[in-house]
């Protein structure tokens, strides 16, 4: 595993997916802030060269988990980072508390107000989703949206297996959208029309997706009303 810069003060690092030929891997991002801390959003267990590397540009402060399905491995991870603290969606900071000896871990409020990195960073609940619970993030300086599961992002030309799985999901590979699984989630439409709604405001000119995803760099705010539901 390698890290790759990105923009200014953003770098990704890709797992590769144990079923590669059906998956994608899962990005992991890191930002450094202003005052040299790092903030890190849909963290996996890094290998020992990666381990280095994250050291390298600064203190881990705040580690991310997007929503209620990307945590696994994370105990591990936090046991390489001690000093950082780990946020995650309400009720999971009991869970990974017990499986990663009393480590301190946050829930994620709604919004940014009061949190370590609200002077550059932004947040936003995907609400009327409790299954997911869902918090996606927007760097201002970099106008960069960080999501995990709210859009994909296949790669093309991935082989007939993924191929496979894109149809499932109801996605075509090389192409921004929302799977059908992610879709069949939402239970109150009013209030995820109105994370929709809020997320519209934010004016990025680059997606990292870390799962079934990649970064990209292009307009993708186009596709964001149509993510609403009727």
Known sequence: MLLEFIHENIWVAKKPSAMAAALPGQLMTIIRMADGS???YAPFLPDELLARQIAGLGPVQAVISPNRLRYSGLAS??????DCHYYC???MEVRIRKSSGNHRSYQLTPFSENAPWQSEIEQLHIS???LIDESVFYHRPSKT????DLLTYPEKDSGHL?????????VRAGTLS???L???CIRNKNEYNKAIHRLQEWDFERVIISNHGGVLCEDATALIPRLKVA
């Open 38 to 40: 790092l903030f890190i």
């Open 77 to 82: 991870f936090l046991s390489q980072m001690p």
């Open 89 to 91: 969606p309400p009720g």
């Open 128 to 130: 009327g989703m409790p």
């Open 145 to 148: 949206l960080l999501t995990c």
């Open 162 to 170: 993924a191929a496979l799985v894109n149809r499932f999901l109801g």
């Open 178 to 180: 929302q799977s059908r």
């Open 182 to 184: 992610f879709r069949s």
